[in-house]
């Protein structure tokens, strides 16, 4: 079946660490996006790519770098300057230049501080 | 910036009863998307509304667009605890980016 896969599930940060976030798709989509979601706040864009090696900030970057070296794969990392990441971190891909196409979204990773 | 506004926030029925949520945009839409999140889940896309006007309905669910395309409604008719979760409202702009933006949400608790 065709999907998107997020891993790890869980993940925890200590202070001052980088970490990356997996996001693997097989459904042959040219556009890719990390959301953020805190609790209240809906989904907030933190990146989006809609073809290999060409990315965009969305609306909250700051404190996150992404790469898009293949177009199955999107990681995101979260650097020790995103001084507040816990949140429930979503990966997306839609066809991409295409304003009629739904998202299909991986089932997330949780990050927390230690 | 576009904006979507979408209220109420949480919703709690009991079963049987009725549940709408609205959404408002700042801007004339293209298109809107509506997306059901299950608790501890992901986003799951329900169904797109593209015209002016437009209703559509899956089973319990009504789905409309309004006029002006700058708002939206789902309404479940006879609530059961399967429709608990969050559900979102996403429009993308005419003329504008083909990147939706959400609306942040309303959670409906279904008591039994």
């Known amino acids: 079946d065709g999907g998107i896969t997020q891993s790890p599930k869980y993940l925890f940060r200590k202070e001052g660490q980088n970490v990356t976030l997996s996001c693997e798709q097989n459904?042959?989509?040219?556009?890719m996006y990390w959301y953020r979601q805190d609790p209240g706040q809906g989904l907030r864009l933190i990146y989006y790519?809609?073809?290999?090696?060409?990315?965009q900030k969305g609306d909250i970057a700051e404190g996150y770098s992404v790469s898009r070296e293949k177009k199955e794969s999107f990681p995101l990392t979260v650097t020790s300057a995103q001084k507040n990441p816990t949140a429930f971190y979503l990966c997306?891909?839609?066809?991409?230049?295409?304003?009629?196409?739904?998202?299909?979204f991986g089932d997330g990773t949780r990050l927390s501080i230690l | 910036g576009q904006q979507v506004m979408q209220i109420p926030q949480y919703q709690h029925v009991q079963e049987g009863e009725d549940f709408t949520t609205y959404c408002n945009s700042s801007?004339?839409?293209?298109?809107i998307q509506w997306y059901k999140q299950r608790p501890g889940g992901h986003p799951v896309f329900l169904i797109q509304?593209?015209?002016?006007?437009e209703v559509k309905k899956q089973k319990r669910l009504t789905f409309q667009f309004g006029e002006a395309k700058k708002n939206s409604s789902l309404h479940i008719t006879a609530t059961q605890t399967t429709d608990v979760g969050t559900y979102f409202c996403?429009?993308?702009?005419?003329?504008?980016?083909?990147?939706?933006?959400f609306g942040r949400g309303t959670s409906l608790i279904v008591h039994p």
């Open positions: 996403a429009g993308r702009a005419s003329g504008g980016s083909y990147i939706p933006t």
């Open positions: 459904l042959n989509h040219d556009a």
């Open positions: 790519s809609q073809i290999v090696n060409d990315f």
């Open positions: 997306a891909s839609s066809k991409a230049g295409d304003y009629n196409q739904p998202q299909h």
């Open positions: 801007t004339t839409l293209s298109n």
């Open positions: 509304l593209v015209k002016s006007g």
